[in-house]
């Protein structure tokens, strides 16, 4: 057993008398490229961390599930199993594990809960998916314990729809690549139905996150300017179908297939007002960037992949409104310092970048932003929660301890 595990184990008999008997690790994930994408059904390319969630469990005999954590600000809750679950306050983090609970409840009756405890080392409120990573566990644990079988497409599928519970209405990336994630690859994902791909990166490329510093909380404080942003770009859709004669036409890859890129955008600004446009032309920018990626990537481009991630934080800024200046700032001084690329990462409004270096370069980077951005703030925690190398790691698991 890892030290984290023991002392996982140990906090488990603290709280509950006995030893937990199942374990669930779930990867946070960093997205490369692809943002805003998803709930337009257009692609994305995410992948997971080597940070990540453990919960360690063992089964109960009732519906109940009780769950607490070892970081102590996180106050251990309980609620009952069901198709119907009332939701705790706004920003509650055991939102997440209810909204798996209620979703599964509904396909699949009788379901027994648990008792749980909970360690992460996902940064939180980063950008890097520490909530999903918990909802996606906690649904693991439920079909694990109840011996439910499911396909890890239909999972990916009905769990981007559960973490609705929550109230933001986002698309499917974070659910897919929490358990679809293959070690050492990226992977670009597809949306209707969901597809995965593996992608490989290549053994010299680094990818460092660094953290703005400003908590973007989507179950709270960002859910509404994440909300409008989807109304916005399934608005912008409507119009720009019914400019082209084709009011039928409700997705975006619908629209894009029929028409090149540059008729679909002028077609656009003839239609849409100066948001929509915006909000359109990034949303259909970000598509061709993510199939430009992959080809990036495969090609071991870095610089082409670096050029288009930057490109991509360009259009997040200036037309898609989401980043804001610390974000802003520390894709200057990554760029500045020798990385290919930055951009930030995620649903935006705080959280933190993604920079693309070379291996020869990553300590250039980190030592540039350390000195730069981080010596003068205040950092609340070690630097190395905040500024890392992420490593592409596997999925989702269970297993009995
Ligand atoms: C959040 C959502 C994702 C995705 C990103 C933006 O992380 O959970 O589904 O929409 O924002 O790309």
Not at 74 to 89: A, D, L, Y
Not at 179 to 202: C, E, H, K, L, Y
Request: aromatic share 6%; glycine share 8%; charged share 20%.
């Amino acid at each position: 057993m890892t030290d984290r595990t023991t002392f996982l184990q140990n906090a488990f008999a603290k709280e509950y008398g006995d030893p937990g008997t199942h374990l669930v690790r779930a990867p946070g994930r960093v997205n490369l490229i692809g943002e805003h994408t998803d709930y337009n059904g257009l692609p994305v390319m995410p992948m997971a961390l080597q940070r990540d969630l453990m919960l360690l469990c063992r089964t109960r005999p009732d519906s109940m599930v009780c769950i607490a954590n070892v970081d102590l600000q996180f106050e251990p809750c309980s609620f009952q199993v069901g198709p119907k679950i009332p939701p705790f306050e706004p920003g509650d983090w055991g939102n997440y594990v209810k909204a798996a609970g209620q979703a599964l409840a509904q396909q699949y009756t009788s379901l027994r809960g648990f008792d749980a405890m909970v360690s992460s080392n996902i940064p939180i409120a980063a950008g890097l998916s520490s909530s999903t990573a918990l909802m996606m566990a906690s649904a693991l644990m439920i079909l694990d314990l109840n011996d439910v079988a499911i396909s890890a497409p239909q999972l990916m599928e009905l769990m981007a729809s559960a973490e609705h519970y929550v109230g933001t209405r986002g698309g499917g990336m974070d659910q897919a690549i929490c358990i679809g994630a293959q070690p050492r690859s990226a992977s670009r994902i597809d949306f209707n139905p969901m597809r995965i791909t593996p992608i490989p990166v290549p053994s010299n490329w680094r990818f460092v996150i660094a953290s703005s510093l400003v908590r973007a909380e989507k179950s709270s404080a960002v859910r509404e300017a994440y909300n409008s942003r989807t109304r916005e770009c399934k608005e912008a859709l409507g119009v720009v179908a019914a400019s082209l004669g084709s009011p039928e036409a409700t997705s975006y890859t619908g629209v894009m297939s029929g028409v090149p890129a540059e008729d679909l955008l002028e077609a656009a600004e003839q239609a849409l007002d100066a948001t929509l446009l915006k909000r359109f032309r990034h949303v259909v920018t970000e598509a061709l960037r993510v199939t430009m990626a992959e080809r990036a990537m495969r090609g071991d481009d870095l610089d082409d992949y670096g050029r288009l991630m930057s490109e991509s934080h360009m259009s997040l800024r200036d037309d898609f409104a989401v980043s804001c200046e610390e974000l802003d700032r520390l894709t200057e001084i990554a760029i500045k310092s020798g990385a290919r690329g930055a951009r930030l990462s995620g649903a935006g409004f705080g959280g933190c970048i993604v920079a693309l270096c070379g291996a020869d370069d990553v300590d250039h980077v980190i030592d540039a932003l350390e000195t730069e951005f981080y010596s003068t703030r205040e950092l609340g925690g070690d630097l190395a929660d905040v500024l890392f190398v992420a490593e592409p790691s596997k999925g989702a698991s269970v297993m009995e301890v």
